[in-house]
């Protein structure tokens, strides 16, 4: 019933067409005659621009190759049985023509995976199916058609005046550079070279991330979980790494439960294959943590980006530069739709190993990666800064504040510990005065420590 009353309005109403053409889909009719009259009004609007009257569509039909003298008969007996002297109300026909389109869609949907998990269907993996349910489960009529400059202009003054909800970081330099944190629905990226403290970093944000209450989900291509965790413990417990494993148990678990008892957030750590997970995988892993854990990220690390797989396309089927764009376009898109800040890494390329003042084209296999990111910056470490006890952070793009203003600063570090720190506002300022690596004389204490 409803298939006949959409018919009818796309050939009355083009109030009513021009709103819901874009949504329909000739696989949202079953019956033959119905698909062929949705084909016929669709191809007519799409050349003439007008919608057809049943004289018009009649002559589709009669001109139609291909119809046996049955499915001619039975087309026109439908097409007459159109009732074009309704006036049923609009808004609740669009809302039914909505309705009919989502259950449709989700109708198909299910079909589909059923054919995808019998065999049916050879051309997709069980992979698929979640990509399949979710496009049918957001098929929406968006009645948004943009902001008007004049008429929204108090809606705007009120966006403006509102307080974005940020992320903050425990290193004062870092909430100073980013304007208070980065902000959900973002891609956040490290680059550095091999070992020079990529996983540290993630690890070291995702201990204080944690001792602020929210829940964090590391995700790990590159080390067993149990190890990303020894590492977390370092830098909670203030411990060094080596010295995690030789405590004795029962004060292990006592600075467990001590860390514990000060937030009220999670730590998840997974691992994932090397070069075999994709954003699909993470979106199912969050949602199997959301039932069967109770648990939703605030923050997401991903260690690292350049050992991902690509949801879309195969690393054969393609170069470095469009196969790293692809995964981080995917992985901004799932912080869009999970609506969290991720972070993640990349390496520089040789050039970038041995170059003291890195740049964006230092981005290891694809350019492509700092166009889709909204925060990235080079680590740079050096023998004299090890020596200090310090590692330089030189901003390479930011969505969040001029880049320029502290475009190269200096934070401390203790590797064998995994913890950052904030230095003196002296060595900051040498650094601005300079713009150099390795002009700080000595090495400054942290400005605070949490110890447990």
Known sequence: MNEQIILTNLIKSEEYARKVIPFLNIRYFEDKSEKLIFKAIIKHYEKYNILPTKTELKHFIDNEENLTEDMHTDAMGYLKSLNQND???????????????????????????????????????????????????????????????????????????????????????????????????????????????????????????????????????????????????????NTPVNQVEKMENEKFLRKIDNIKSKTHGQLIVKEFPTSSAHVGHFRNLVQELKLKKNFTPDVICVDYINIMASSRVKMSQTNSYFYIKAIAEELRGLAVELDVPIWSATQSNRSGHSDTDVDLTNTSESFGLPATV???????????????????????KSRYGNKNNYEKFVIGIEADKMKLFDVEDTAQNLVQSNGDIGITTEKFNTVSELKF
């Open 87 to 237: 006036e049923p109300d609009f808004n609740w026909l669009v809302d039914t023509t909505e309705n009919f389109c989502q259950e449709k869609a989700i109708y198909n949907a299910i079909m589909e995976s059923i054919s995808i998990i019998d065999g049916s269907d050879t051309k997709r993996t069980k992979h698929a199916i979640q990509d399949i349910l979710k496009d049918a489960l957001s098929v929406s009529f968006d009645q948004h058609v943009g902001h008007d400059y004049f008429e929204e202009a108090q809606k705007r003054y009120e966006y403006y005046s509102m307080e974005e909800e940020k992320l903050p970081f425990s290193l004062d330099i870092f909430n100073k550079i980013t304007n208070g944190g980065i902000p959900n629905k973002t891609l956040n990226v490290i680059l550095a070279t091999t070992n020079a403290g990529k996983s540290l970093m993630m690890v070291d944000f995702a201990a204080n991330y944690l001792l602020q209450g929210k829940n964090v989900l590391y995700i790990t291509l590159e080390m067993a979980e149990e190890r990303i965790a020894e590492r977390i413990d370092a830098n909670l417990f």
């Open 374 to 396: 909204d925060f990235m910056f080079a680590l740079i470490r050096t023998e004299e800064l090890d020596n200090l006890g310090q590692v330089m952070i030189k901003q390479l």
